[in-house]
């Protein structure tokens, strides 16, 4: 069984189809990504895992337990964090403020205090900062302080929409060197991300999206070599 498994998935906005059936699996362990062009669904996707949509048809599955209708909030406590498309840190709080506040569900202190640590040693910047207004970082400290936060709920499976949005070249390589990092900790990522090339450079197998529905799917390396995907997402 997967970790995650999604179903048939269909989600509208009023009349208007987002997905239309769309079936895939995330194996623990793993780096998926979803690519595919603006409008394909794929935030839709991610927001409907995470219970910020309600699907109209289709399941969603984690870890053996159906979770389609669970609101997001009780996601967190079952191991799944979501790092939002466009950072959406609380920037009239801290750095510090922000990262406790993805460990609201946490009950012990010394194993929030433990798991702090962690997050300053994965991101140092972010410990430089932490007494600073999240609001004052740069667009890719502030793509750290998400992930960050995002880990201090010791997620299993940590969703990740558009990492790489409006970052410059520098801050890109340093945030999927993170992500990969990430996973060779032990957290199963799912990652959508418009950077197809990036995208599909650190993940083990990928699914493109295309107007609500999957056109392809398989192992990344694979589809990086693929003519339609190259013609498509990869030329410069």
Request: proline share 3%; aromatic share 6%.
């Given at each position: ?11 509208y ?15 623990q ?5 979803l ?5 394909a ?6 927001h ?5 949509l309600?699907?109209k ?12 209708r669970?609101p ?5 406590s ?24 993805g ?8 194993e929030?205090?433990?798991?702090l ?9 972010l410990?430089e900062r932490?007494s ?24 299993r ?16 390589n340093?945030?999927?060197?993170i ?18 090339k ?39």
């Amino acid at each position: 069984m997967a970790m995650l498994e999604v179903r048939d998935l269909e989600v509208y906005y009023g009349m208007i189809q987002a997905l239309k059936g769309i079936s895939f699996d995330v194996e623990q362990g793993e780096i998926v990504a979803l690519i595919g062009a603006n409008g394909a669904g794929k935030t839709t996707t991610l927001h409907t895992i995470t219970g910020l949509l309600n699907a109209k048809a289709g399941k969603i599955v984690y870890e053996g337990t159906d979770i389609t209708r669970i609101p997001g909030y009780k996601l967190v406590s079952m191991g799944i964090a979501h790092v939002p498309e466009g950072r959406r840190v609380f920037s009239s709080l801290t750095v510090l403020q922000n990262l406790k506040m993805g460990a609201y569900t946490r009950k012990d202190k010394t194993e929030m205090d433990e798991t702090l640590k962690m997050i300053y040693t994965r991101f140092p910047r972010l410990e430089e900062r932490k007494s600073q207004l999240a609001g004052t970082l740069s667009g890719g400290e502030q793509q750290m302080l998400a992930m960050g936060r995002a880990l201090m709920s010791h997620p299993r499976l940590i969703v990740l929409d558009e990492p790489s949005m409006g970052l410059s070249p520098i801050y890109v390589n340093e945030i999927f060197d993170i992500i990969q990092k990430i996973n060779q900790d032990g957290t199963t990522v799912l990652l959508v991300e418009q950077n197809a090339k990036k995208a599909l450079s650190i993940a083990h197998k990928a699914y493109v999206l295309e107007t609500g529905s999957i056109a392809l799917s398989g192992d990344a390396k694979e589809l990086m070599n693929n003519d339609r995907v190259k013609k498509a997402y990869l030329s410069e």
